[in-house]
């Protein structure tokens, strides 16, 4: 029996230029690079509520007085964590709410520049969200609540984009075995993420969210 022409060598390979080449990598590693941002959240859920709970309620960190007064956001680390579940559902729903605006702002202005403005605005917010505040020692609810809100809105363009531009790549011969591939950037955002998180957070959760950013920035700017 013989094989689908799609699997036969050089079947496939033969449609695709360079061009498709470049295009698949870069729309793979900028969604990969998307999801690690978002897992990078995930692994310093702990870090962060360790940091906002006073240190009579913490005894898993040994900061100065002074540090504790200045950011006393919750009495305990339940609560802490009580609020980060609540920032999860924040960035769910926006971003729930997003893909469909994205999807219609997609189709009317260029894909790369929507999913440029995306991934450069999402590593600005989560910049502020977990360094900036950090460094000025500026901390706020209802800030953290807004930053996730617009970070949600700004990550949803990730998706609608890279999923058009694959499409208006890579036709319909070979789509099954290409998007197959392809699909696999999510969950090499994830552990890409988690990797990077794990290995500096014993630096502060500041540090693993501004070195993810970094790397986001990097991949967009070389898409350019």
Request: net charge positive.
């Amino acid at each position: 029996m013989a094989w689908p022409s799609v699997f036969q060598r050089g079947s496939l390979l033969s449609r695709f230029s360079h061009h498709h080449v470049v295009v698949f990598l870069l729309t793979f590693f900028s969604y990969s690079l998307l999801h690690a941002s978002r897992k990078t959240f995930s692994n310093v859920k702990v870090s962060i509520s360790e940091q906002w709970t006073p240190s009579a309620f913490n005894t898993s960190v040994e900061l100065p007085v002074e540090i504790w007064s200045s950011n006393h956001l919750f009495p305990s680390a339940e609560k802490a964590t009580l609020f980060l579940g609540t920032l999860d559902t924040i960035f769910l729903f926006s971003y729930a709410v997003g893909l469909f605006i994205s999807g219609i702002v997609g189709d009317r202005l260029n894909l790369r520049w929507v999913l440029s403005f995306g991934m450069c605005s999402s590593a600005f917010v989560v910049f502020v969200f977990g360094t900036l505040t950090e460094w000025l020692r500026f901390y706020n609810k209802w800030l953290y609540c807004c930053l996730w809100i617009v970070n949600g809105l700004l990550q949803s363009t990730g998706w609608p984009c890279v999923v058009a531009i694959m499409g208006n790549w890579f036709g319909k011969a070979g789509r099954g075995v290409v998007f197959g591939l392809w699909s696999a950037c999510a969950s090499v955002g994830n552990i890409l993420g988690a990797c990077l998180a794990s290995s500096v957070l014993q630096y502060g959760y500041e540090v693993s969210q501004v070195l993810r950013q970094k790397k986001t920035l990097k991949k967009t700017h070389t898409g350019h």
